[in-house]
């Protein structure tokens, strides 16, 4: 198996067992809760780039497809099915931004895991999210969070601009289809389409990446009075 492909099984099976994990506690549901709240809270966050409509496509990639409470057992499944032989045929950067993906999704999901057990069925909301945030802690891995997704950002960018690559899109979706691959295609599909009309990446990412480290910093501030001075927006 091609050296890129071997992490992108190991973030699929991570998911996999995490997902199980999820079930067997009984918190899959409140999982999905909170991926929920957090898409609104991002929308809310960065409103005036979900505004605009050159952003949108991005935008909503990012939250449907790779952060969002969808159910991706079926791409993952495809994937796992594919993935040597993507490796063979997608070009270096195409194979480094679906390794970010996935390993955005794995992090995202153990994160959500250990908040979901923290907050135990209480009512959603910015004060009891930031409690649970602040309780669940590690910084560290939040951190490589955003930085999972500022390169994946920069690796959307380059992939667009390979030369053929639309094309190679464009005519892989009759034999994906053929092949019961038509989920994955698609989700490959509109993370091509969403990334292709930003032009400039650096000014859709580069305000997310900052606001999203803002966030972290002020969350974890040990000063942080909650009660007055809570930093997440109302969703």
């Given amino acids: 198996m091609k050296g890129s492909a071997h992490p ?82 997608l070009p270096n ?9 996935l390993a955005l999704n794995a992090l995202s999901f153990e994160l959500d895991l250990a908040m979901a057990d923290k907050l135990q069925g209480q009512n959603l909301d910015r004060d009891s999210y930031a409690l ?23 690796q959307l960018a380059d992939v667009v601009h390979i030369r053929g690559i639309g094309m190679l899109i464009k005519l892989a979706r009759r034999p994906a289809k053929m092949a019961g691959l038509l989920t994955l295609h698609e989700f490959l599909e509109r993370g091509f389409d969403a990334f292709k009309g930003l032009g400039d990446v650096h000014s859709f990412i580069e305000p997310v990446i900052a606001r999203e480290r803002a966030l972290m910093l002020q969350l ?15 969703v």
């Fill in 132 to 154: 649970a945030y602040r309780q669940v802690g590690r910084p560290d891995d939040r951190r490589h969070q955003i930085e999972i997704i500022a390169h994946l950002g920069q």
């Fill in 93 to 101: 950067k195409a194979m480094s931004a679906l390794d970010d993906a």
């Fill in 220 to 234: 974890f501030d040990e000063n942080l009075d909650l009660k007055k001075d809570n930093p997440l927006p109302h």
């Fill in 8 to 89: 992108i099984v190991e973030h699929l099976h991570q998911v996999n067992e995490l997902r199980e994990q999820a079930e067997q506690s009984q918190l899959l549901n409140d999982v999905h809760a909170l991926q929920a709240w957090q898409c609104q809270r991002l929308l809310a966050t960065h409103a005036d780039l979900a505004s605009q409509k050159r952003y949108q496509l991005a935008m909503q990639f990012f939250v449907d497809e790779l952060y969002g409470p969808k159910d991706f057992s079926q791409r993952d499944a495809d994937l796992a099915r594919v993935i040597p032989k993507l490796a063979s045929v």
